[in-house]
């Protein structure tokens, strides 16, 4: 007798959710727009895009928010990838931002335009009237994350309130906003680090050769290794070494650290991570060891 297995695995069901959750903001709003950075999750939402509309086309644009300190293999990526699928890429630059007077660059030795973004964020949203802007963020990046929904609301300020969230019953999102207002939509909400990588193995995802081990000259700083890079500045008690290392998350330049790591296959790296027991952005994301309220506060001012 013929035996068939009906079991569906943790990643159909992730993978089902995320699929859902995209159509069901395709159908419900005017002009939606996917934040593509080139990172892994980015990567991974655009696959499940990829695979929600099958064989047509995404039907919304791809945004990134360029700060302009990017590592250069990440931008390739991002550039080759977006032409591989036709799809329309708007960069909205932090540069430009800039020269309108519209933020203030940072300076120092610490300076980074990683916070600067949020202005050029709520400013494109603005200009190209995205009433729904899907993002990467998962369950497992930070505690300030699990109060948002899977539709999060902002108001016509780009800003979020924690005590103003909708109630979502299952899978009944509420799409109902006012004009200048947006939701922010989380289709990897239920997902970990782990998940994406997993993801990514399976699906035989490409994704940039920076999340490879590799050699890099870095230096140490406040217990992070900082790629040597014309945006940063160094001081003479921070020496350059050269060290085989490879990024869990990707982002400025200025204040995203490498872990040393001899991993050069996706199945090393879900190895590594297996048994990790520091977080994502706790090991790699200077900007990001912040406090609990700390990541509120930002999140209210309509960071990521």
Not at 8 to 17: I, K
Not at 36 to 53: H, N, Q, T, W, Y
Not at 71 to 80: G, K, Q, W
Request: charged share 30%; aromatic share 8%.
């Amino acid at each position: 007798m013929l035996q068939r297995d009906y079991t569906t695995s943790q990643l159909d069901v992730l993978e089902a959710e995320a699929i859902h959750i995209m159509r069901e903001v395709a159908a419900e709003f005017e002009r939606p727009c996917l934040l593509f950075s080139g990172g892994k999750d980015s990567i991974v939402m655009l696959r499940i895009a990829e695979k929600a509309f099958w064989p047509a086309p995404i039907p919304f644009p791809l945004m990134h928010v360029d700060t302009g300190h990017n590592f250069t293999e990440v931008i390739e990526f991002r550039d080759r990838r977006a032409a591989q699928l036709g799809a329309r890429l708007v960069v909205a630059s932090v540069q430009v931002s800039i020269d309108a007077g519209r933020v203030v660059e940072e300076t120092g030795r610490r300076a980074s335009r990683n916070r600067l973004q949020t202005t050029t964020l709520l400013d494109a949203i603005e200009e190209n009237e995205y009433d729904a802007v899907f993002g990467g963020a998962r369950r497992d990046e930070e505690k300030a994350r699990a109060k948002e929904r899977v539709f999060s609301f902002r108001d016509d300020f780009g800003q979020w309130d924690p005590k103003n969230q909708r109630p979502e019953l299952w899978n009944l999102y509420n799409a109902r906003i006012r004009k200048g207002e947006h939701i922010r939509v989380f289709p990897l909400s239920n997902w970990t680090e782990l998940d994406i990588w997993d993801y990514i193995r399976r699906e035989g995802i490409e994704i940039p050769s920076i999340y490879y081990a590799h050699t890099r000259k870095v230096f140490e700083r406040d217990g992070m290794l900082l790629a040597d890079s014309e945006f940063i500045i160094r001081d003479e008690d921070e020496p350059l070494q050269e060290m085989t290392v490879r990024y869990r998350t990707v982002g400025d330049v200025t204040c995203t650290g490498a872990v040393q790591s001899g991993a050069a296959t996706v199945e090393a790296i879900i190895e590594e991570i297996a048994v990790s027991r520091i977080t994502e952005r706790g090991a790699t994301r200077a900007d990001d060891r912040a406090s609990e309220a700390s990541m509120e506060d930002r999140k209210r001012e309509g960071y990521f």
